[in-house]
């Protein structure tokens, strides 16, 4: 979704045209699987981080265009929100010492990035929601500068005909319910984003493994468990995401209609599956014709652009998304994984991007895959677990039924995390330090969302009010966060 947008506005015959420019992209998609026209030399992986930015007080502070301008690095852009910024990372293998190089080089990169930030008063904080965003933060201002935020915010806002409304309740008993007339609460929803190339041939399988392996992920991974001061899910950015960018009035809901933050509703065999799926069931949000004519292109022997193909797939928020790319002049597949938070730390970061990594390589080179004995209501089921209670989920797996996340993860994950990493060609004593997190937080119950509800809780038991807890549990946060210690380590408040 990364294409600016000329205009904010669009006429019946642009979307007319568009739908029709749409299906001519799936045909010459379709001809490129057919004679294998894309490129594969080695498998590479790439990860993009969502950041929040906060003032001395670690309140959101809405200057990402200064903060962007001080930093100046290519690599760090704008996100939907003013107080948001991203990271891209370089994409790279994952054989031999590479990840810790990368774990030398994000922190390096990050470092002096706070170190510029710092200058204007502004600090870096990787998290999946910032507990300290309040209503009143999206109170004037919040929206960063770019005519593809606000045509998109228009066009949601749009097709939904009726404001955004939240609602979302905790499994300890608090209850958020709000309405919003923009985007706004879907900017608080900070993530990682974790990607790699597949052969055609293959994609399919990296696809649904990656769909088995979300509820543990988000299990492991949890990180984001308040949000305008009440306790919800573990993982509340999963809820307040779909709801915050839910086109559907409650009649559309009612008939079935299909979310445009997506889960998916069947296990698939072929990436087409899934672009042909975005054209038959959801309408254009940001109807943008391109030029190009991608028959000519295919038929010249260059890779074709697909624009809007590409630009309708970027309105359409799976949370294992299809990505088509041209890097060089040369075409690629890649699944995105956009199931985790933001942090807690850099190594921490890594060590839930090594885990799904082998893993995922392992469930997708197996013989009899467990997608084939698990039904895909299933797999949703374990998401949704592991998004509302993190850590504590209770998750089903073929052959164990249903089990604790972390039990799941120790007896069966781990070994096929390690397994997959050795394929990788990833060095053993890296894969040992890495993985040797995901078991820690396993042993110790204790993962992002876990720390910072023990917190709040242990600093309110002390008499703090819930917005005091929150504040005081963020700068322990950002202390530990800039220490680079695994949270699984991070030390608790005496209550």
């Avoid at 005909?161 to 900070?190: F, K, N, Q, W």
């Amino acid at each position: 979704m990364g294409r600016d947008i000329e205009s904010a506005t669009y006429t019946r015959e642009q979307r007319q045209r568009y739908r029709e420019k749409v299906k001519i992209c799936l045909d010459v998609f379709e001809r490129m699987l057919a004679t294998g026209s894309f490129a594969f030399d080695e498998p590479m992986t790439g990860m993009e981080i969502e950041l929040n930015l906060v003032d001395a007080n670690f309140c959101p502070t809405m200057d990402n265009a200064e903060v962007l301008a001080a930093i100046a690095n290519p690599e760090y852009q704008t996100e939907l929100a003013r107080f948001n910024i991203e990271f891209n990372v370089t994409p790279r293998p994952l054989s031999g010492q590479s990840v810790v190089e990368l774990e030398r080089d994000l922190r390096a990169s990050l470092n002096e990035a706070e170190r510029r930030c710092a200058q204007l008063g502004t600090h870096i904080i990787m998290i999946g929601i910032l507990p300290t965003i309040m209503p009143d933060t999206f109170d004037g201002d919040w929206m960063s500068a770019n005519a593809r935020y606000v045509a998109l915010n228009d066009a949601v806002l749009a097709a939904r005909g009726e404001d955004i409304h939240l609602d979302i309740t905790g499994p300890s008993g608090e209850h958020l319910v709000r309405y919003a007339d923009s985007l706004a609460p879907e900017s608080a929803c900070t993530s990682m984003q974790l990607h790699v190339q597949v052969m055609p041939n293959a994609f399919a399988g990296y696809w649904n493994a990656a769909q088995l392996l979300a509820g543990p992920q988000l299990a492991l991974g949890a990180n984001s468990p308040y949000f305008m001061g009440h306790e919800l899910w573990a993982e509340t950015r999963i809820a307040l995401f779909t709801q915050a960018a839910d086109t559907r009035p409650v009649e559309l809901k009612n008939q079935g209609v299909r979310p445009r933050v997506f889960f998916g509703d069947r296990w698939i065999t072929s990436i087409f599956d899934l672009f042909e799926e975005n054209a038959r069931y959801f309408p254009a949000l940001l109807p943008e014709i391109d030029d190009e004519d991608p028959q000519v292109a295919f038929h010249a022997g260059r890779a074709p652009k697909l624009a809007e193909m590409r630009l309708h797939n970027g309105t359409i928020y799976r949370w294992n998304r299809p990505i088509y790319d041209i890097v060089d002049g040369r075409p690629h597949l890649r699944v995105e994984n956009r199931v985790l938070p933001a942090g807690p730390t850099i190594v921490d970061t890594l060590a839930n991007a090594a885990f799904y990594y082998g893993a995922l390589r392992a469930l997708a080179g197996e013989d009899r895959p467990v997608w084939t004995r698990m039904a895909f209501a299933t797999a949703e089921e374990n998401f949704n677990s592991g998004a509302r209670h993190g850590i504590d989920a209770t998750l089903f797996w073929p052959g164990r039924g249903e089990i604790p996340a972390s039990e799941l993860v120790l007896r069966d994950l781990l070994p096929l995390a390690h397994a997959g990493l050795a394929e990788w060609g990833m060095d053993a004593d890296v894969r040992e330090r890495f993985l040797g997190i995901i078991e820690g937080r396993c042993l110790t119950g204790q993962n992002g969302a876990e720390w910072q509800v023990r917190t709040v809780r242990a600093l309110e038991g002390r008499g703090l009010s819930r917005s005091d807890a929150l504040h005081q549990m963020l700068a322990r946060y950002t202390e530990n966060m800039h220490d680079n210690e695994p949270v699984h380590t991070w030390e608790l408040p005496k209550a």
